[in-house]
């Protein structure tokens, strides 16, 4: 990528995408989730949703080899989940956010939360974990603006670095990280129009709602073993997909009971104020969510237009 390219990318997280999770963390915890990525079934549709969300942090967590004594990085932690349950294993388990309300959250289970975005990682984190997990985040770290003009994959480099840095010397050192993956990766400037240009129900129309929404660009398949090259080897790899689209079509039901039960009250109550301060945003995401389905279309079909690969990764010796 030319200097001037480089130029034009700002390194900062999207506000788009701050703003997604401040309307989430209001509208999602309203419907009764605490928690917004794929659980695990591993093949077992009687699985209930919160067994398979427990079972996906426990198996991370097994990835990443954490156990009691384990100092954890979470980068994208959340409402907490995987912090709660690396505690519980008696680990030591920071976690990093972009989202105020998400720091509020964790500090008032008294975890350790931090109002961070990775990419503004001092050095004072350097050599201080065993292990780096990024479950679910990854998805928000590139925008299609970067895309556009070839800079994604220096925002992936920039997490393997962080990751490497961040790891304690002498520790096998592991990071872990569940994303969505473009199968065929779209043109950046469809994402950055506006869906109203496009067919509805048209992959345009899509994939520009996705970005509306939720901010965010995803990486190819192999984009992330090139970007960790010389740092990173990567270990295991698992498609999560049918996960992600069962997980997600719990959303939608769970919504939708929500809307017809005492539940209404309280989601009407907390999108009072959602739609006084960020309306715009507000409205698309319960359209992508609840009226096109763009969140679960993009984990549908044979292939679907995404997949969600759960990867293990291994700092390279002498790295």
């Excluded at 917004?36 to 427990?54: C, F, I, L, V």
């Amino acid at each position: 990528m030319t200097q001037t390219a480089r130029n034009q990318v700002s390194t900062a997280t999207s506000e788009r995408v701050v703003t997604c999770y401040t309307i989430l963390d209001q509208l999602m915890t309203a419907c009764g989730f605490t928690d917004y990525t794929d659980g695990m079934y591993e093949g077992q549709p009687d699985r209930s949703y919160a067994d398979a969300q427990r079972r996906q942090a426990e198996v991370l967590l097994d990835r990443a080899g954490v156990q009691s004594g384990s100092a954890l990085l979470d980068v994208g932690c959340g409402n907490g989940r995987l912090l709660r349950t690396a505690q519980d294993r008696g680990a030591r388990a920071t976690g990093l956010t972009v989202s105020p309300t998400q720091v509020l959250g964790g500090r008032a289970q008294q975890l350790d939360v931090r109002l961070l975005d990775y990419k503004h990682v001092g050095r004072t984190l350097d050599g201080l974990f065993d292990a780096v997990i990024a479950n679910g985040s990854l998805e928000h770290f590139a925008k299609p603006e970067e895309a556009l003009v070839g800079a994604d994959g220096d925002v992936y480099r920039g997490m393997f670095e962080m990751a490497h840095r961040v790891l304690r010397p002498g520790a096998e050192g592991t990071f872990v990280t569940t994303a969505i993956h473009f199968r065929q990766r779209p043109d950046p400037r469809v994402m950055m129009g506006a869906e109203g240009g496009f067919p509805a129900g048209s992959d345009a129309f899509h994939w520009s709602r996705l970005n509306r929404s939720f901010g965010g660009w995803y990486p190819s398949p192999g984009q992330l073993e090139r970007c960790a090259d010389g740092l990173f080897e990567l270990v295991h790899e698992e498609d999560g997909t049918e996960d992600y689209l069962r997980t997600s079509d719990e959303w939608v039901r769970g919504a939708w009971r929500s809307f017809r039960s005492p539940r209404a009250l309280v989601v009407a109550t907390r999108m009072v104020p959602l739609m006084m301060q960020e309306r715009e945003q507000t409205l698309d995401l319960f359209r992508c969510l609840l009226m096109s389905e763009s969140w679960n279309w993009q984990f549908r079909g044979n292939p679907s237009p995404t997949v969600l690969l759960r990867q293990t990764w291994k700092r390279r010796a002498n790295s």
